[in-house]
């Protein structure tokens, strides 16, 4: 079936990354705006920066999730040909979906991570308006966190799929390299 040792260590690895999601969506920056004590501008005040952490960390783990699945499956596209099997053709299709989610939650991990790295600097000196404190989006790394869920049971289809169709690997002309040879009379 496949190594139950690597979807043991993928799954860990995948569960690490969906919690740090998770705890970046609740640990994301906010801001309020600040008079300076002589009342000459307004500034934004950021509280806490640990979501930037937590995003990079479920990014990297998510990575390593995904590298260790495509290096144990040769990326699908190295190594001996498979059976010709419905196993080949879901293992395909997962792969592609695979690589789909995994692109969509890594993208949302990152752009979440960034936008929450990034603090308003300016100030508005005897102006009306106050600033603008941006903060990332609610839902950004929750939407990372849901990709990250589905990245993990697809690449764990994935990874059986192909292992069941690597079982049985296809083998050109009955396994035998050379010119059968036989008696001549």
Same mark, same amino acid.
């Given at each position: +079936?496949?190594? $139950?040792?690597?979807?043991? !260590? *993928?799954? *860990?690895?995948?569960?690490? !990354? ?25 500034? @934004? ?5 640990? !979501? ?14 995904? !590298?260790?699945? +495509? *290096?144990?499956?040769? @990326?699908? @596209? ?19 979906? @695979? ?28 102006? =009306? ?34 292992? $069941? ?10 396994? =035998?390299?050379?010119?059968? +040879?036989?008696?001549?009379?």
């Amino acid at each position: +079936m496949g190594s $139950k040792l690597l979807l043991i !260590a *993928v799954f *860990v690895l995948d569960l690490i !990354a969906f919690g740090l999601a998770v705890a970046a969506e609740q640990r994301r920056s906010t801001a309020k705006i600040v008079q300076d004590s002589e009342v000459n501008y307004n500034y @934004c005040v950021y509280d806490s920066d640990i !979501a930037t952490g937590y995003g990079v960390g479920a990014f990297l783990f998510l990575m390593a999730s995904q !590298a260790l699945i +495509m *290096v144990a499956s040769r @990326c699908f @596209c190295c190594g001996k040909a498979l059976n010709p099997s419905g196993s080949r053709a879901w293992a395909v299709i997962l792969f592609i979906i @695979c690589w789909l989610f995994f692109l969509i939650a890594e993208i949302c991990l990152l752009a979440g991570s960034v936008r929450n790295a990034y603090h308003t600097k300016y100030r508005t000196i005897f102006s =009306e308006q106050p600033p603008s404190c941006e903060t990332v989006r609610k839902g950004v790394f929750a939407a990372g966190a849901a990709f990250i869920f589905l990245t993990a049971i697809v690449n764990k289809f994935y990874y059986i799929c192909y292992s $069941k169709s690597r079982e049985n690997s296809f083998q050109a002309y009955g396994g =035998e390299a050379g010119v059968g +040879m036989g008696t001549y009379k």
